[in-house]
Antibody, heavy 122, light 106 residues
């Protein structure tokens, strides 16, 4: 069965960095685009970043462009999100999600991890 | 950016009743509309994609419809496990969500 397990969250001071990871199993990771979506405490969902199945294309929300970098290692079945220059408004649970279709970029998530909490606070 | 607006914010329904949730897009969409269910402390769960295609394993009481700017999720007979927050999401271009509709027990 499909499993997505995020890690790397924690409490960090404004301006600092973190690297989030998402370990995937139960499907052919290299066939699917992958996504990061976040949810601030008690708030709605915000799409953050997308990476194509082969890592050749990346897409970002305006709110994180230039600060966050999505990447993947298909040999390790792992997705990453490097988050730099963190701000208080980046405080959220960060979910990774598998794209709904192979090779294409459907841009909806058919499986989601349990999330990792990033708290930006001094 | 396409803005998605859901209504109502909260829907109070008795078990066994029908619930209709609305989602309006700020511009016309193709069929690239998905619905998710989220329970407290859990990650979102995909219910519907392509406006009306139900995910394998999702009960038939969930149905999606609509076109252009107006879309609906209907739960034909609410079960106890259906009380949750529901989000619509468009994926015509950069993905955006509605703010959610909370379905609560009346």
């Amino acid at each position: 069965q499909v499993q997505l397990v995020e890690s790397g969250g924690g409490v960090v001071q404004p301006g600092r960095s973190l690297r989030l990871s998402c370990a995937a199993s139960g499907f052919t990771f290299s066939y699917y685009a992958m996504h990061w979506v976040r949810q601030a405490p008690g708030k709605g969902l915000e799409w953050v970043a997308i990476i194509s199945y082969d890592g050749s294309n990346e897409y970002y929300a305006d709110s994180v462009k230039g600060r966050f970098t999505i990447s993947r290692d298909n040999s390790k079945n792992t997705l990453y999100l490097q988050v730099n220059s963190l701000r208080a408004e980046d405080t959220a649970v960060y979910y990774c999600a598998k794209d709904g279709g192979p090779y294409s970029r459907e841009n909806y998530g058919d499986y989601w991890g349990q999330g990792t909490l990033v708290t930006v606070s001094s | 950016e396409i803005v998605m607006t859901q209504s109502p914010a909260t829907l109070s329904v008795s078990p066994g009743e029908r619930a209709t949730l609305s989602c309006r897009a700020s511009q016309s969409l193709s069929s690239n509309l998905a619905w998710y269910q989220q329970k407290p402390g859990q990650s979102p769960r995909l219910l519907i994609y392509g406006t009306s295609t139900r995910v394998t394993g999702i009960p038939a009481r969930f149905s999606g419809g609509g076109s252009e700017t107006d879309f609906t999720l209907t739960i034909s007979s609410l079960q106890s496990e259906d009380f949750a927050v529901y989000y619509c999401q468009q994926y015509d271009n950069w993905p955006t969500f509605g703010q959610g509709t909370k379905v609560e027990i009346k």
